[in-house]
């Protein structure tokens, strides 16, 4: 059979979605190359997407509905049809609605794919029911949020622009897991002898492409902005006309610096003084410094607080008013490109929700110790919360309640699946159509079907309108093809897209990608037109120094991406997960050695929440008094059944009720262990 490649796109939690080419012979996906003609990625995937191929063809998918017929957790199933599934699924749904009213159920879904119909078309049919609602925090709202506070609207630097940039701060980003095409950027800046310094609490993976690292303890990030503007401020390298004249309340805040000295800062940070103000002065001197912010340091209790603090100083040199100057790592495009609401349908529901779970909180939700009745049913799409959620202990117990009817739509057997009463075979990107939105490119894509799933597999449009169907929901919303809902989606204008000519909206409905205009990063999109360096909008209008939750224990626990799984969805494949090797606990080579450690040593870390077996690294690329978890892992895979999530308490974010998944202590000891490495 004849085989011929069509354009597609990365599904995948990543700043970028990535342009795919894929080789078929109209019903299989032969092979996955990336796209030369995409605007961003320009032919570059990482390893995971050269293996896409290989998942989609898996003998190990799901492709029939699966009933349990053994205890929870223990995979024991067997195949029903559809018709039977949905049969099921909606009596009981039904029956509990008239008994406990529609709030005893939920749903859960979250980054498992990006396209804005089969992500977000859950959410529609859950507000029709009048279910649970859901707050979607478990990632980097309180980035968002911190943001925000500062530049509302506004959109930040696009990672291309960085090219003008003279002088880099990779600050808390791991880019070589998480912003893969970067890296040709920053090696392109060195060899210009342009700097990039890089601030984190663990260094090794970034260490190559920096010329120099500086450690920081964890959640202390805010305090270094702090110094540095205190000494920007008092060696006359502040851009004091652009601050007066583009921003609200420097002169107050100015005032406060005078306390923010760098011993003050390196007493609370681990950073040398002068290290602090040699870091200050490079960054004033430079013309057009970049900050380039990561996602982890807004993981803490005062993860908002802290990218306020660093959006702040990135304003402190005027850099803004300049090409290649400000901040790059949150909002680039200053608007949406699609208009999801037409998927999500917050319209549907009549009236405020019962009740509503913060997804970082769903284990407490499923054992009642969130001081509500315990949720009667769960719905899972495109999430896997057994194994990316706080409090794993808690998640597992209230997953093995037998009274919990559970509902998975899967492509593998999860960690989650396991627990399932039903589960439902689920597609692949390329077996239905789809929109993208990057949110860390100013990029907007479209992806047309290209193969028929294989056995029973449904994309979740076609699982949602079968079972609003079953439930008697007669909205022409649910009578929609998935084609159709797409032609909607790509036909329809929103305020970042609204110059797309018909011909291009006609292009988009064929599958493509466009590049939209970089935001005027000197257009503040504020009330005032100014940014918020004082925001009298907020709780705390005046920005300041505030500390993390931290705990008892003497050693701060942070997780860091794994370039080969960046996140759950990618632990099916066995060379990646070989490649990644064992779950890893990397410690400073000095705190380790006054627990007599070394690295291959089997450690259990501990709190009191849980204890988890890993096996040690050290090296002095991580600050004293952390340890690091690397990568994800399925539970099945951990030495003792428990992964680093068992150790993350679900306490929110200061602003934005996100994951503080960095912000919790352990303990280590090493042990002997009989179990499997």
Known sequence: MKSYTQSTICPYDCPTSCGLLATTDGTRILSIEGDPSHPVSQGLICGKMHHYAEEINSGKRILTPLKRIGKKGSASFTPITWEEAVAEISAHWKSLIASDGPSSVAYCYYAGVMGIIQRHCVQAFFNRMGACDLKKTLCSTAKSEGYASVAGTTGCLDPRELKDSDFYLIWGSNVAATRLHILKDLAEARKKGKKVIQIEVYGAPMAPYTDDTILIRPGTDGALALA??????????????????????????KQTLTEYTPAWASAITGIPEHTIITLARSYGQAKAPAILLGSGNSRYGNGAMTVRLIVILSLFTGAWNRPGGGLCGCNPSGGSRFNSSLVKREDFRTRAPERTININQLAAALTGEDDRPPIKSLYVAGGNPANSISDQKAMLEGLSREDLYTVVHERFLSDTARYADIILPATFSVEHPDCYESYGYCTMSSARKIVTPPG??????????????????????????????????????????????ADDREQLLNGTTFSIPYADHADCQTTEKKFYIVNPYIEHPMPHYTECYGGAESLHLV????????????????????????????MNTEDANRRGIKTGDHVLCYNELAEVAFIAETTDMIVRGAVAAIGVYKSSQSLNGLTCNALHHDRLTDMGEATTMNDNTVEVKKIICECPA
Do not use: C
């Not at 540095?228 to 805040?253: C, I, K, P, Q, S």
């Not at 949602?464 to 797409?486: P, V």
């Open 228 to 253: 540095m503007m205190h000494v920007l401020v008092y060696e006359g390298l502040a851009d004091e006309e652009y601050l007066r004249e583009y921003t609200l309340g420097y002169e107050e805040f």
């Open 456 to 501: 029973e597999a449904k994309s979740n449009w076609n699982t949602i309108t079968l079972l609003a169907k079953a439930m008697g929901y007669d909205d022409s919303y649910f009578q929609k093809t998935e084609e159709e809902i797409y032609a909607d989606l790509t036909g329809t204008p929103a305020p970042r897209s609204a110059h797309l000519t």
């Open 559 to 586: 997780s860091v991406p794994s370039r080969y799984t960046l996140n759950s969805i990618h632990q099916n494949h066995e060379k990646l997960a070989n490649d990644r090797g064992p779950m890893l606990l990397v």
